[in-house]
């Protein structure tokens, strides 16, 4: 295998098309190569070697770029990249050999500050190219969903990206963690801190925070993981925050997660949690993972009421259709009738108001 080999001419030109989507894209690369005489074919090659050949392509035509921008240069970038990531987009991503790449190239290019507002000949910059390119990588890491580009053009995506200015944030510091944790990267040292002790309260509150941050960089880079353990939140008044502050801000939506069933796996859990709180010594049960740490009546109680704040507020707010909870709402209502909270909560839901008579 030749470790420094390009795309051929004839795959480059079919990658070179700024007007035709990726997809397109995608199809004229392959007539290409059925087209090829059989020693410059690539079609049987692997798809490492494949993906060793775009990026190498990638690297001499970004050089290139710099100096001689053109729409052609846009385009073979933009496509290189997508079939890369289309070609090893079922590793995982830290497992991904080509991670490294695409954070390199985010760091490499910044976030350049291109301008369209004096530009009137269609020429393009390298500084556009450049903004091009990383928007794409980033929004692919990202929401790991390559299909979203594959009917958009890199012309359409330079008018997103530039003229539009639609950037997005990203933090890259959760892919260089990765790297770090899988070896690729030396693990960065922890800055010391100078900072008198805290105390108690302060340090469990920095510790949350913490965790908030790093659960939000979990969603991006792991989501699985991420939503498996946004399902077994504890029922805490600072967890159930944290789900609201989700949903209000669009964050999961914002990442491809669906928000109904990570919210319904949720209540699901916290309903297990109340059933074994209910129970008494010595009863078993399918019990959760999570140590309790209060039984009995009173307990259980205290937590139901928590419970329906929160889905109160969800049906409120409109942050969630009904219907995505109401199997949690039916299993609630019925199970936990005794407590007049719950009555209240059941006349709120079926009527659209408040229970006001004091039930006993």
Known sequence: MNTAATLTRAETHALSDADR?????????????????????????????ESLRLKNTLDACEAQAKFKPSWEALALLVNCEYRLYVLNQTTPLRNNPFLSHWVEAVQRLGTPTAQRDA???????????????????????????????????????????????????FNIRSYVRMLEEE??????PEPESDSPKSTASDTKLNEFQRWKLGMLSRLETEPE????????????????????TLLQEHTLQGLNIEPA??????????LRMMEQMGRGP???????????LETGREAQTRAVKLLLLFMRSLIRKALLPLESIYFEIQEICIRYVWIREVRAFRAFVEEGHEEERDEG
């Not at 997809?23 to 020693?39: F, I, M, T, Y």
């Not at 010595?282 to 309790?292: K, L, R, W």
């Open 225 to 244: 993981h991420a939503v498996a353990e946004l399902t077994h939140l504890p029922l805490e008044l600072s967890s159930l925050d944290f789900l609201t």
């Open 282 to 292: 010595g009863e078993t049960g399918a019990a959760e993972p999570e140590v309790m």
């Open 119 to 169: 530009k009137t000949d269609g020429s393009i910059l390298s500084d556009e190219i450049s903004t091009v390119r990383v928007e794409l990588i980033k929004a692919l890491l990202q929401s790991r969903n390559p299909s979203q580009f594959a009917r958009a053009s890199p012309r359409q995506l330079h008018s997103n990206y530039v003229e539009m200015r639609q950037t997005s944030l």
């Open 21 to 49: 989507t990726c997809e397109d894209a995608n199809r004229q690369l392959g007539s290409a190569r059925a087209h090829a005489p059989r020693d410059h074919n690539a079609a049987d090659t692997g798809i490492f070697e």
């Open 183 to 188: 070896g690729i990267y030396e693990r960065t």
């Open 261 to 270: 069933p990570v919210i319904a796996d949720y209540i699901q859990h916290a």
